[in-house]
């Protein structure tokens, strides 16, 4: 979205994409709770598509994943595995620039957004917590995680004030294996449990 202080370089790209990763992190399981078939999906920050691919895979019956990243270079390679994959039909690229996301043809369609790994990297986070605000329906949900090498707790805790400024409501907050791990949902739903660990 903005111009970033501690931008992502391409060649760590290859390093996030690595089918070692998912010994860690698996992609289908920590999705699950949050993705439906048909749902239409935003992705910041995607790289080269660790949690992108399975993303899509888990989106048919006319489910769309939208991948927004300030990096052309990324967008392409995740392109060119998502041909590969012939996942590419349920994939829309989305080329963010310093002063915006470019989802402004998202408004109110969004029922689910992962911001992986990026939030740090961005100079202004109100500004991206605002825009996501008028992509997402009231209710959607978004599964915030932070690695916690880069991410102080004062630091996650000021991220999440500024969710709750552009009007999302902190339903979970804790730590898990070396990140922290948020959900987070649009204001406009009801009865929300709020719990933080």
């Known amino acids: 979205?903005?111009?970033?202080?501690?931008?992502?370089?391409?060649?760590?790209?290859?390093?996030l994409a690595s089918p070692l990763r998912r010994l860690q992190q698996n992609p289908e399981k920590i999705l699950a709770p949050y993705i439906q078939p048909g749902f239409q999906v935003l992705e910041i920050g995607p790289a080269m598509g660790f949690f992108s691919l399975p993303m899509a895979r888990m989106l048919n019956g006319g489910g769309k994943l939208y991948c927004a990243d300030i990096q052309k270079s990324m967008l392409e390679k995740l392109q060119v595995r998502a041909k590969r994959q012939a996942l590419d039909a349920r994939i829309e690229l989305i080329h963010t620039d310093s002063n915006s996301l470019q989802i402004r043809h998202l408004e109110d369609r969004i029922d689910f957004c992962l911001l992986a790994f990026v939030v740090h990297e961005v100079p202004r986070p109100m500004q991206l917590f605002m825009e996501l605000a008028a992509a997402l329906k009231p209710g959607a949900?978004?599964?915030?995680?932070?690695?916690?090498?880069?991410?102080?707790?004062?630091?996650?805790?000021?991220s999440l004030e500024l969710a709750q400024q552009s009007g999302f409501c902190v339903v979970h907050s804790g730590s898990k294996k070396g990140s922290w791990v948020g959900t987070l949902v649009k204001a406009g739903a009801v009865d929300l449990p709020r719990n933080k660990a």
């Open 1 to 15: 979205m903005e111009t970033r202080t501690k931008i992502c370089p391409v060649w760590v790209g290859y390093l």
């Open 141 to 158: 949900k978004i599964l915030f995680i932070e690695p916690k090498g880069h991410v102080t707790r004062i630091q996650w805790e000021r």
